[in-house]
């Protein structure tokens, strides 16, 4: 089920969402996809990079944010101001998503996973 190059290029300029903007330009990379669902306006959230420094994201409710993911495979650490977050789990390139929201007592937690449609458009 390959797309042409064509409908490719037609499909992505009416896309309106952030999770398929710049798809076509991060072949072969990975990315990280941050999500907000928390009460929180806006959330900070900090990603490990390979050498041990921490790129920060600023997630706004209900939005998403992308940043590059440099490490190939292994565990990419997440944090927020206030907690640890489970780490991504990279395997190959691809979109790596953290869904970040609130449980029942309020404390942030995440769920991770690996976007194949993203993958798929490869």
Do not use: H, M
């Amino acid at each position: 089920n390959q797309i042409k190059p064509k409908a490719r290029q037609i499909l992505f300029s009416r896309a309106k969402c952030s999770l398929c903007q710049g798809l076509i330009s991060n072949r072969g990379k990975s990315t990280a996809t941050i999500v907000n669902l928390t009460r929180k306006p806006e959330l900070k959230v900090l990603i490990q990079q390979p050498d041990e420094s921490w790129t920060t994201l600023i997630v706004t409710r209900l939005a998403l944010e992308r940043a590059p993911i440099v490490q190939r495979t292994g565990y990419v650490p997440l944090k927020t101001e206030d907690c640890d977050l489970k780490p991504l789990s990279v395997g190959s390139s691809g979109n790596f998503v953290s869904v970040i929201y609130e449980d029942a007592t309020g404390k942030i937690c995440s769920q991770n996973f690996q976007d194949f449609k993203y993958l798929s458009l490869e």
